[in-house]
């Protein structure tokens, strides 16, 4: 597959996807060959938009077609991603989730265990570990130059209007999503902590509410701390109720510096006490998502390492689980992993 464009089908025909289309296209390493979504119109409209060529209600009407493209990209809502997935690996076809892994930790180990023994390949698109900022703190910490790591901090100050819930009714139902702020915006800072620690998550602590948005199932702020094996601790806060909304930060601190990741008014690190080598992505691209594509098209293509196959992100999976149980019961709560 080396050096020629993979054909991509991409089920779910929804913003985030949209997003992936147009990076998709852009590249010289894939060619759309297919989208697959139950609402038709809005398929038939995501098909003409990005000169995609067959149009299917589903990803079982596209393989009982017999078509098998090179690999998926799923983007739909959490609680498909099991069956979804399990279809793909069925069916020998490597697929790129988007995150999180799976809308329950059990989900998530069936997808890990099922990709296993198939030896088909199933990333996640945890965009930010291909993000330039997220990934050379993530790699100074990892490579010892901030010492013996003590603690890290993860902030998300994002702001949602009520539409976020109407125009995706699915978002605001625990069944269907397996949380809110947490689970779908806050786990990829906390993705990239626990990476960049390196340590096996042990239990954690939270606490959630709905401050704003009452009348939905899910919540919209979220506060959690994470022990690691060794002794760190993580801290995340994930909120979708900030006025204004801010930038995101994650801040890394070390027996002998800091590191301090911002995306505003650009995605950058600043190291504090030490100098240490800011490493680049390894694949390239303006944006993390198209970085995050391109890594897994070479992973298909030139079994080159992708940075968050399914198994990576089983941890982040567990601890936003066990800060869910927390957040019920009051209690520390252990990993399940």
């Not at 990709?115 to 199933?122: E, H, I, L, S």
């Not at 703190?137 to 901090?153: D, F, N, P, V």
């Not at 948005?213 to 701390?225: N, W, Y």
Request: net charge positive; aromatic share 8%.
């Amino acid at each position: 597959m080396s050096g020629r464009r993979l054909d991509l089908a991409i089920v779910g025909c929804g913003d985030i996807a949209a997003y992936t289309a147009g990076f998709a296209r852009a590249s010289r390493g894939f060619r759309l060959v297919a989208c697959c979504d139950p609402a038709t119109e809005r398929a038939g409209q995501f098909s003409r938009r990005f000169g995609i060529p067959h149009v299917y209600a589903g990803l079982g009407e596209m393989l009982a077609a017999g078509a098998r493209p090179d690999a998926l990209y799923l983007a739909v809502p959490h609680h498909l991603h099991r069956d979804l997935a399990l279809q793909a690996i069925a069916a020998g076809i490597p697929t790129l989730l988007e995150k999180p892994l799976a809308a329950t930790l059990g989900d998530g180990l069936e997808i890990v265990a099922a990709a296993r023994a198939a030896g088909v390949k199933v990333g996640v698109n945890y965009q930010y570990r291909y993000d330039s900022g997220c990934y050379a703190l993530a790699r100074a910490a990892q490579g010892g130059s901030l010492g013996e790591i003590h603690y890290a901090r993860c902030n998300l100050p994002w702001h949602r209007e009520a539409h976020y819930f109407a125009n995706s009714p699915w978002h605001a139902q625990i069944a269907t999503a397996g949380g809110g702020t947490l689970i779908t915006q806050g786990s990829h800072l906390l993705d990239v902590a626990l990476w960049a620690l390196g340590g096996r998550p042990t239990a954690a602590l939270g606490v959630t509410r709905r401050q704003v948005f009452t009348g939905v199932e899910v919540e919209d702020l979220a506060l959690g701390i994470v022990e690691i094996a060794g002794g760190a601790l993580v801290e995340i806060c994930s909120s979708m109720i900030s006025r204004p909304g801010q930038g995101l930060s994650i801040e890394i601190y070390g027996s002998r510096g800091t590191a301090l990741y911002s995306n505003r008014p650009w995605p950058h690190v600043r190291f504090r006490g030490v100098r240490a080598t800011r490493q680049i992505p390894p694949s390239r691209g303006v944006h993390a998502l198209q970085r995050s594509l391109a890594g897994f098209r070479a992973w298909i293509a030139d079994g080159r390492p992708y940075l968050t196959p399914a198994e990576e992100a089983l941890p982040v999976l567990a601890a936003v689980d066990a800060i869910y149980r927390s957040s019920r019961t009051g209690r520390r709560e252990e990993l399940t992993l």
